[in-house]
């Protein structure tokens, strides 16, 4: 029960920081924000980006190491794998970064469409 418990507590935290950078690469990712003017267009704004994405990814490499050392030792003591959502977690870990950074993308993608769109309707009504 006890290297559920821990385990658990690491997998908490880890999503916890998967959701602290999602939130923070949504804005973070978005080259948009080269071209705007004022404070998230200079350069003391990315260094500080830098610096965010920097810590956020070293906990996750922490968080990470402890999960798949205790991960592999459930499996070796007790035959035992870590589901998330019914997904094998070492396999979670290994793709999350990517997926979210490929959903990221999507959203603003389609976030561009409409915005076309409704400009292309407003357009049309003028016309």
Do not use: C, P
């Given at each position: 029960?006890?290297a559920?418990?821990s385990?658990?507590?690491?997998?908490v935290?880890?999503?916890?920081?998967?959701?602290?950078l999602?939130n923070?690469e949504?804005t973070?990712?978005d080259a948009n924000r080269?071209?705007?003017?004022?404070?998230?267009?200079?350069s003391?704004?990315?260094?500080?980006e830098s610096?965010?994405?920097?810590?956020?990814y070293?906990?996750?490499?922490i968080l990470?190491?402890q999960?798949t050392e205790?991960f592999n030792e459930?499996?070796r003591k007790?035959?035992?794998?870590v589901?998330?959502?019914?997904?094998?977690?070492?396999?979670k870990m290994?793709?999350?970064?990517?997926?979210?950074l490929?959903?990221?993308?999507?959203e603003?993608?389609l976030n561009?469409l409409?915005?076309f769109?409704k400009l292309?309707s407003?357009?049309n009504?003028?016309?």
């Amino acid at each position: 029960m006890e290297a559920w418990e821990s385990i658990a507590q690491l997998i908490v935290r880890r999503e916890k920081f998967i959701n602290d950078l999602e939130n923070f690469e949504r804005t973070a990712s978005d080259a948009n924000r080269f071209f705007e003017s004022g404070k998230m267009g200079n350069s003391k704004m990315r260094l500080s980006e830098s610096r965010r994405r920097t810590y956020l990814y070293n906990q996750l490499s922490i968080l990470e190491k402890q999960i798949t050392e205790q991960f592999n030792e459930m499996q070796r003591k007790f035959r035992d794998t870590v589901t998330y959502n019914g997904r094998n977690y070492l396999d979670k870990m290994q793709f999350d970064k990517l997926e979210m950074l490929h959903y990221l993308q999507e959203e603003r993608r389609l976030n561009y469409l409409h915005s076309f769109t409704k400009l292309d309707s407003t357009f049309n009504k003028i016309l």
